[in-house]
């Protein structure tokens, strides 16, 4: 009989490729290692994938990992929004209120901006200023039941007049477009900014080779991110949008919510608002944030998306 141990067909390879070890590993890691296996194995036979077809493929990983987009691509192919709406269904599940719909954080959030008590000013040190209108929004961070959530630390970040956000696009101060906002005993946060534009997927990147295979734009509505950390409340991670925005209904990064569109007043008298550096009309907008209760210690963590699976 010939030793035929090495040779395999398409299932007996998934078959070994799965259950071959020398260790127990991680359970988990295992299974769910085993099934992306096996769905890839099945797509590569399903759709006749050539050879060259993937190993472009995995030069294209290469390259996306190494130009630090995988979260634009997660965003793109609607992982994180999937996150979300797995997050309200068990939270619907379980009874729990939802409060303020929650909106991906995106791969571009960054810990330790600075920060002030009740109002800050987002746009002072930025060439942003003066670039477009001038947004003042207002409200209160409240919990489940509807009281004020005093001495909450809200951090609020946006891109820039041309769509990039410090830290991730030359040019920027370190913070710039990025503040932490303690609110005060009775819940009220403010702060003035420059209202942002939209955000498009760097041109000539592997997020865009794939987008433009994908007949897709890279487009996000302008929007203002929002991460709200308050002990006993379950951290809140969202987004505002604002108004009008062409892409409003059709974000690349499927992160805008009915619930988040911003009402704008217009043409606001600046008096009562000169400490946040107002001197003409500006735009408008009230918005309170209700924090659900927190259920387990790990509801209340502060940190990024990233740092929190990883213990960063
Ligand atoms: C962004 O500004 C953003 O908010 C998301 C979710 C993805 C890419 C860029
Ligand atoms: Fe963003």
Redesign the pocket.
Known sequence: MSNQKNEFTQQSLLEHVNSVKIADGNPRARAIVARIVADLFKAIDELDVSPDEFWAAADWLGRLGASGQI??IT?GLGF?RLLDIRMDEADAKAGIAAGTPRA?E???YVPGAPLSKGEAVLDDDSDTRGTGKVLIMEGRVLDHAGQPVANAIMDAWH?NKDGG?SHFFPGLKEFELRRKIETDAQGNYRFRTTLPPG?AIPPNSPTSELFSLLGRHGH?PA?I?FHIVKEGHRTLTT?INIPGDTYIDDDF?F?TRDGLVLKIEHDVSPAGYESLGVDAPFERAKFDFVMQLALTERDTDPRTRIARAVGA
């Open positions: 979260g634009l965003a994180d991906i995106g791969p571009l891109a956000y955000y996000r929007h991110h987004q990064a992160a």
